[in-house]
């Protein structure tokens, strides 16, 4: 895709903002995993909801895109300083829609854990690795992913537009999503794509140990704000 492209190059023209935000998120994987995936399980069910909280601390790299467009220059007190005064306009509450579905979807995945597993969902699920290998089993780990799949596709049809709209312009934060959402729908096959390939490249990036996030998140991050860019200016 064009956008992965101009979101390569984007990394490699300014390589050490790309590694600073990717290494947020990788250390934000690791907490995340220290606090809550403890078996492979939990970091099924964390790595589908992961996602769900990256958009919000890209915008460093948005900013660090529209700098490189427009021929502005780069500079950390300035590119940070986009990052927190954005706490002062609509993304925190964009931001606060992001968290608590993520919290949503955090209960719904350990709901679903406990109807499909009765029981056995109060035996030691990190070692008992045998029970998701029963027929019930899997089941509950197919519908965790399909579950999963359809939140993340929800939020990300929110939050693939509005969160780089927001950085841009001034709009209120529901104005801004519901615009992303007419445009993923407007856009649907590129948008079902594009997030299938985020999600590809989030999974790989997860291993080992959230490094790949330090070069994944970097380049998926201004991708995005090249995609943006087309769909709103230039729509498929």
Request: aromatic share 14%; charged share 10%; glycine share 10%.
């Amino acid at each position: 895709m064009v956008s992965l492209e101009r979101g390569w190059r984007d990394f490699r023209r300014a390589p050490l903002f790309g590694l600073f935000f990717g290494g947020v998120y990788a250390v934000v994987g690791l907490v995340l995993t220290a606090l809550g995936a403890s078996g492979w399980i939990w970091t099924l069910m964390l790595s589908l909801g992961f996602p769900l909280v990256a958009p919000f601390a890209a915008v460093g790299l948005y900013e660090v895109s529209r700098r490189l467009e427009d021929g502005e220059p780069l500079d950390w007190g300035a590119v940070l300083g986009v990052v927190l005064r954005e706490r002062q306009r609509q993304i925190p509450w964009a931001g606060a829609i992001i968290v608590i579905y993520f919290l949503f979807w955090s209960f719904l995945a350990h709901m679903l854990f406990a109807l499909f597993m009765g029981p056995s969902a109060l035996t030691n699920a990190s070692t008992s690795w045998e029970m998701y290998l029963t027929p019930t089993g899997l089941t509950m780990v197919a519908v965790e992913i399909a579950v999963g799949g359809v939140a993340a596709f929800v939020l990300f049809s929110l939050t693939v537009v509005s969160l780089p709209l927001l950085l841009e312009r001034e709009v209120d934060f529901i104005t801004a999503m519901l615009l992303s959402l007419r445009a993923t729908f407007a856009n649907l096959g590129v948008m079902l794509v594009w997030a299938a390939v985020i999600a590809g490249l989030l999974f790989l990036g997860m291993l080992p140990w959230f490094l790949g996030l330090f070069v994944v998140l970097p380049v998926l991050g201004h991708a995005t704000w090249h995609l943006y860019r087309r769909a709103l200016y230039d729509p498929v």
